[in-house]
């Protein structure tokens, strides 16, 4: 079993549609979550950041985090084409620099919007 | 632009042979951690470097072996290079204040034929 798990997809939704990505994970000394976006043949790029349990809102992006359940997800409201991408769930146990810092990744979904 | 630089974006090499790659940090970071991407998977943890020394290390071979300047720029070295590490490199740089916030740079394609 991995030690995160996220529905590949792909999903594919219509313009202004409310998008909904998850992820369980297994490893309870997870402290940090992240949600990326990553466009074909570019590198992640940060979207959200929690950490511990709770919601954090930003624009069309909500991220929510469930320890207790061990599940996190990335809402997007009102999705556009330029929301098209592959979006990483990601998650660190320590908060780096003299901690070890390695962030394990989801495998990532797929998402298309189309207008 | 997340300002952390990587080169070259990318390279053909052959069974055997040897690579680097580098990475140039974004300014003030202190940390760098190198992640490998196969098509279709999320990145895996390679390493991990802080005030060049490794700070962690995920489950790759030694001749996956790695060097941090002292201005904090990176070098991810692959001997012996096989098949399965055609994959696409990424370089992460990270703010010293605590949270682990990860920046990538938009990584390195290594074919390897």
């Known amino acids: 079993q991995k030690e995160v798990e996220q529905d590949p997809g792909p999903l594919s939704v219509p313009e202004g549609a409310i998008v909904s990505l998850n992820c369980t994970y297994s490893n309870s000394a997870f402290q940090y979550f992240m949600w990326y976006r990553q466009y074909s043949r570019k590198g992640p790029e940060l979207l959200m950041y929690t950490y511990s349990s709770g919601n954090k809102e930003d624009g069309r992006f909500t991220a929510q985090v469930d320890k207790s359940s061990k599940y996190i997800s990335l809402f997007i409201r009102d999705s556009q084409p330029s929301d098209s991408a592959t979006y990483l769930c990601?998650?660190?146990?320590?908060?780096?620099?003299?901690?070890?810092?390695?962030?394990?990744f989801g495998q990532g979904t797929i998402l298309t919007v189309h207008p | 632009e997340t300002g952390v630089t990587q080169s070259p974006t990318h390279l053909i090499k052959t069974r055997g042979q040897q690579v680097t790659l580098r990475c140039s940090s974004q300014?003030?970071?202190?940390?760098v951690s190198w992640y490998q991407q196969a098509l279709g998977q999320g990145p895996q943890f390679i390493f991990q470097?802080?005030?060049?020394?490794?700070?962690g290390r995920g489950n790759f071979p030694p001749r996956f072996s790695g060097l941090q300047f002292p201005n904090y720029s990176s070098e991810l070295n692959v001997n012996a290079l096989e098949l399965d590490d055609s994959a696409l490199y990424l370089c992460a740089s990270s703010t010293p204040g605590g949270k682990n916030i990860q920046y990538f740079g938009a990584g390195t394609r290594l074919s390897v034929l």
């Open positions: 990601a998650m660190s146990e320590n908060a780096g620099g003299t901690s070890y810092g390695k962030l394990t």
């Open positions: 470097y802080y005030r060049e020394e490794e700070n």
């Open positions: 300014s003030g970071h202190n940390t």
